[in-house]
Each structure stands twice: as C-alpha cells, then as structure tokens.
C-alpha cells in the first residue's frame, strides 16, 4: 500500500513538471510539427506511466505473496508474529490465567492490542482450537509444552485472531519475562 502511494505522488509530481513545459508549447515555436511531437511525448509518458504503476502492482502482489508466506509459517509454529491479511484481525494480550477450561482460557488481561485495551483490568474468554501451539519460557529458549501444563495463575501472552467479540488463540506463551505486570 505505501509504494502505490509513493508511486501516485511520483505520478503526480511527474505531472506537475510536466504542465508548463507542454503549455507554453513544449518551448518551440514551431507550430503543428512541434504539436505533433508534444502530443507523442504526451502518449510516451502516459506508457512509462502505466509501466510504472503495472510495476508497483506487480509489487504489491509479490508483497501479498509474502504475507501469506509469514502466516503459513506463523500456523505451523514457524516465524514470528503473524501477517495481517484483509477479513482476518489479530489480537496479542498478556496477562494472568484466571480459569482453564478444555475449550477456553480466562485470562486477567494486563496489556495488548487495540482489540484487547477494552478489555485490560478483566477477565477475557479466549478460545483454544487443537490447532493452538503452547509454549513455554525457559532461559534456553521456548519449548512446547501441552494445555494440560497450564496453571491458573500463570503469566502468559497469547497471540491470536478476533471476530467480532470472539478471541481465538493461535499461540500461547507461559512465563514470558516481559508479560508480568
């Protein structure tokens, strides 16, 4: 999105330069054979125009492209925080398990993105799927640990999606150093 933006005031600016120099005739005075030559540098311009922006569009899609890559690798545990795609919004929280259930974790929430500030001081539902990874903070690094090895009262930050009012966890990380209050 920022390059077609850059790529609009590039455009712009091209245009901008161009007006006084094809108003006043190109600089000639030479009539319709010098017309005749403004209004083919007009038409190359307007090619190297749309080559530049077919360009840039090219380039969004190959940025797309990477995206998609970085959430692929974010779903099987890979990467680090997921790509935002249009129709899917991510949440990150952390705060302190206040109950478990097999299908959810309440959690006491301290901090987190603008989905969760709402939230922050309360107790938030957050869903859990079989797809959801569990980690735990060891100075060596994270390891994988089981839902079952969750404890009320553990710090944890969880990254995930959101519909609506609904929090999914993708990710949940126990005793990060940086998420206790």
Not at 80 to 91: E, L, M, V
Not at 136 to 158: A, W
Request: hydrophobic share 30%; with cysteine; proline share 5%.
């Amino acid at each position: 999105m920022k390059k077609r933006w850059a790529l609009l005031i590039v455009v712009l600016a091209l245009l901008v330069a161009a007006t006084p120099v094809l108003a006043s005739g190109g600089g000639n005075q030479g009539g319709n054979q010098n017309g005749h030559q403004n209004q083919e540098q007009n038409q190359d311009q307007d090619k190297n125009q749309d080559q530049e922006q077919n360009q840039g569009e090219g380039q969004s899609q190959e940025q797309n492209q990477n995206q998609e890559q970085n959430h692929n690798q974010e779903q099987n545990g890979q990467g680090g925080q997921p790509a935002s795609r249009p129709g899917k919004q991510f949440f990150t929280l952390t705060g302190n398990i206040s109950a478990l259930d097999p299908s959810a974790i309440t959690v006491m929430v301290h901090n987190g993105n603008r989905f969760v500030k709402p939230y922050v001081g309360q107790d938030l539902v957050v869903s859990v799927t079989g797809g959801t990874v569990y980690r735990m903070y060891t100075p060596d690094g994270c390891v994988p640990i089981d839902f079952e090895d969750l404890e009320i009262g553990d710090s944890v930050s969880i990254v995930g999606s959101v519909s609506g009012d609904a929090f999914t966890a993708q990710r949940v990380t126990v005793d990060v150093p940086c998420c206790t209050p």
